[in-house]
């Protein structure tokens, strides 16, 4: 079955910037999707299609996609931002079944 | 504005059944595909099955294909997930959310099923 695969953790300090990372052998083929999920809570969507920034969200994150890995970047992080991190995209065969990657815990302090 | 509220969550032992419900409004409903997300405790967030929004479509993940039927009333704005044959590692929160192209962009608060003797 299809496998997005993120590293389990990232650490920065306030103000640094943080980077995501998400790869999949679809990806060159197929968008990624970015959802933060604080402690308790449903996720957001923060990034959709790659790069694109829904309204609401702050213009520090911001998405991109180059072969097979998709990044998510957050610069100038906050300490709000401190949150758990998946990457979604869809499988190859045709936009029926999702996946997930393993998520990303980010802490800043 | 979009609002997803589930329902039907609880305790319930190995082997048995369970129906989720998930009841939508702020959007025409029977316009978008659904899925529905668990998340085990502790754990990462998995895809469990998608709708498409006239009903003829569905699509399940791999551990729950043959056990779990998702469906939906369009005349009553709701989405459904009928689990069988439920097994501990069932154990989750599960969410609806309202599909926008290739992605959810509306979740709801998740309801908590645990599976358990």
């Known amino acids: 079955s299809y496998e997005l695969t993120q590293s389990p953790s990232v650490s920065v300090s306030p103000g640094q910037t943080a980077r995501i990372t998400c790869s999949g052998d679809a990806l060159p083929k197929k968008f990624a999707h970015w959802y933060q999920q604080k402690s308790g809570q449903a996720p957001v969507l923060v990034i959709y299609e790659d790069i694109q920034r829904p309204s609401g969200i702050p213009e520090r994150f911001s998405g991109s996609s180059s072969g097979t890995m998709a990044t998510l970047t957050i610069s100038g992080a906050q300490v709000e931002d401190e949150a758990d991190y998946y990457c979604y995209s869809t499988d190859s065969s045709a936009n029926h079944r999702g996946v997930f990657g393993g998520g990303t815990k980010l802490t800043v302090l | 504005q979009v609002q997803l509220v589930e329902s039907g969550g609880g305790m319930v032992q190995p082997g048995r059944s369970l129906r989720l419900s998930c009841a939508a409004s702020g959007f025409t409903f029977s316009s978008y595909g659904m899925h529905w997300v668990r998340q085990a405790p502790g754990k990462g967030l998995e895809w469990v099955a998608v709708i498409s929004y006239d009903g003829r479509n569905k699509y399940y993940a791999d551990s729950v294909k043959g056990r779990c039927t998702i469906s939906r009333d369009n005349s009553n704005n709701t989405l459904y997930l009928q689990m069988s044959s439920l097994r501990v590692e069932d154990t989750a929160v599960y969410y609806c959310?309202?599909?926008?192209?290739?992605?959810?962009?509306?979740w709801g608060q998740g309801t908590l099923v645990t599976v358990s003797s």
């Open positions: 959310a309202k599909e926008q192209l290739v992605y959810f962009d509306s």
